[in-house]
């Protein structure tokens, strides 16, 4: 299958990529930087550009990485965060549409309010506290609106990359690298992980079905800030070593609210019997083992 896709310098793109070249797909890979040879240089939020990319590669399959994910940039910049990701996903639909390919839009757990005690299913009415949740779910919507076949998958916490995620994880274990003996962490917001690897590896089950649809994919159980930062420490072997302090996020301020839940059930995949995302504890501790000399 040809397969083209956006945001290809990004972390997702680096685990997925694999898996189709050897899978034996052909794939076009685009970003607005081209950080390697193999990539082609497309900015989602020029029409006339995406169009004229899109028409000319005649993907079957778009798989659109490509989004503003920065949570405090988007809420200092509604229009930047806008531009990119409900233009930009407007773009990417409309040039779909009118070669025919299928589309993979991958979203977030963020367009929820995070009031829910339970971790959120499909079928859970959106509406995001922020900027960046809302433009992510304005995405969905155009995706449904103008497209039959597509994938909408939202993701929980990403993490994956190494050097290419600046999030959470590698923050944490880049202090405890440089030496940090006492870490603070937030315990009041809970939330799921999504492995960047455990993605690559199950998604194209779901794409090969034709199921199409809306579908959550995060690995399996729920966690806070403090939680993994403690299983962070024990993977790391610096349990004796290091203290995790559990925080109230009010210590931490930040330009954009956070939910206080982002917590995801996979329940689309379990009616498909393709609930097959390892539990959060077992992919960071193979995330560490393989990374963490780098």
């Keep these: 299958m040809k397969i083209l896709v956006t945001g290809a310098s990004g972390m997702l793109a680096a685990d997925v990529i694999p ?42 399959y778009v798989f659109h990485f490509a989004a503003e994910t920065d949570v405090d940039l988007c809420e200092k910049n509604p229009q930047y965060a ?6 930009g996903t407007e773009n990417i639909v409309l040039a779909c549409r ?14 929820f309010n995070g009031e829910k005690s339970e971790p959120y299913v499909e079928s859970d ?7 960046y949740g809302r433009s992510k779910y304005q995405g969905e919507l155009i995706v449904k609106k103008h497209l039959c076949r597509y994938f909408i998958i939202r993701a929980g916490w990403m993490v994956g990359g190494w050097e290419l995620d600046k999030k959470f994880v590698y923050k944490i274990i880049q202090q405890l690298k440089q030496g940090k003996k006492n870490i603070k962490a937030v315990f009041d917001k809970a939330g799921s992980l999504t492995f960047t690897k455990d993605f690559a590896v199950n998604f194209m089950d779901v794409i090969n079905t034709q199921h199409y649809g809306l579908y959550h994919m995060a690995n399996k ?20 070593k290091v203290k995790v302090f559990p925080v109230e996020s009010k210590e931490f301020p930040l330009p954009a609210p956070r939910p ?14 393709l ?20």
């Design 82 to 87: 806008h531009k990119v990701n409900v233009l």
């Design 19 to 60: 898996e189709l070249l050897k899978e034996g797909h052909s794939v076009v890979q685009t970003d607005i930087r081209k950080h390697s040879k193999d990539i082609n240089i497309l900015d989602i939020s020029s029409y006339d550009e995406t169009i004229k990319n899109i028409k000319d590669t005649q993907p079957e």
């Design 275 to 294: 609930n097959n995302m390892p539990f959060w504890e077992s992919s960071l501790k193979e995330y560490i083992k393989i990374n963490k000399d780098k």
């Design 260 to 273: 206080r839940s982002e917590m995801l059930s996979n329940h689309n995949l379990e009616l498909l019997g």
């Design 125 to 131: 009415e959106a509406g995001s506290i922020n900027v």
């Design 221 to 240: 159980g729920v966690c806070s800030r403090y939680d993994i930062a403690v299983k962070i420490v024990e993977f790391m072997d610096l349990k004796n």
């Design 98 to 111: 009118e070669v025919g390919a299928g589309l993979l839009y991958v979203s977030t757990a963020n367009v």
